[in-house]
């Protein structure tokens, strides 16, 4: 199986900051890569698709990047709503992986 | 608008069985892969078994596999898992999802998009 890392796996930042989270899969899976934000007690909601395609209906400030092992989300002005977890998930290969969850928080 | 309706969660002992629905709507579910992705609680997102469009191909996580049964019905455009043998460690959010897709250069990419709201099953004695 793919195993996928992200890093941190939590993070403090203020409202207007750039964040960039980090998945590192264990094998190349060139741009097999989605990223998706989860509030709680709610499903979680797709941001981008193969690594850089940005969902219709996602703020722009949402990007995505990288090919092979190594993948960044960021966003680069935070906003109150923000505030979340967010898995990278890897669609190169079944069974379909997720990373363990970046928890975003208010500083 | 595209949905997808989770029930037949609930509490249920070890070594007994659940059947989860999923009822979709708003899109043509018969041209889809389904998936069904479960939360423990308090942990991350695990995704458990996918069905082809026409149920011909069907794949399991491997802590799933010989227990859990996927299976659709094209017809009443819903989504079913058949979980039987349940332990502790299956008590968790479970979510249907549509797979979407797009061919580009040569490949298939695939993401969860939408998803249902959820329905939590608990195996406890």
């Known amino acids: 199986d793919i195993q996928m890392t992200q890093s941190p796996s939590s993070l403090s930042a203020s409202v207007g900051d750039r964040v960039t989270i980090t998945c590192r899969a264990s094998?190349?899976?060139?741009?097999?890569l989605n990223w998706y934000q989860q509030k709680p007690g709610k499903a979680p909601k797709l941001l981008i698709y193969a690594a850089s395609s940005l969902q219709g209906g996602v703020p722009s400030r949402f990007s995505g990047s990288g090919s092979g092992t190594d993948f960044t989300l960021t966003i680069s002005s935070l906003q109150p709503e923000d505030f979340a977890i967010y898995y990278c998930?890897?669609?190169?290969?079944?069974?379909?992986?997720f990373g363990q969850g970046t928890k975003l928080e208010i500083k | 608008e595209v949905q997808l309706e989770e029930s037949g969660g609930g509490l249920v002992q070890p070594g007994g069985s659940l059947r989860l629905s999923c009822a979709a709507s708003?899109?043509?579910?018969?041209?889809?892969?389904m998936s069904w992705v479960r939360q423990a609680p308090g942990k991350g997102l695990e995704w458990v078994a996918n069905i082809k469009q026409d149920g011909s191909e069907k794949f399991y996580v491997d802590s799933v596999k010989g227990r859990f049964t996927i299976s659709r019905d094209n017809a009443k455009t819903s989504l079913y898992l058949e979980m039987n043998s349940l332990r502790a460690e299956d008590t968790a959010v479970y979510y249907c999802a549509r797979e979407s897709s797009l061919l580009y250069r040569s490949g298939w990419y695939f993401w969860f998009d939408p998803w249902g709201q959820g329905t939590l099953v608990t195996v406890s004695s």
């Open positions: 708003g899109f043509t579910f018969s041209s889809y892969w």
């Open positions: 998930q890897q669609s190169y290969d079944t069974p379909r992986t």
């Open positions: 094998q190349s899976i060139s741009s097999y």
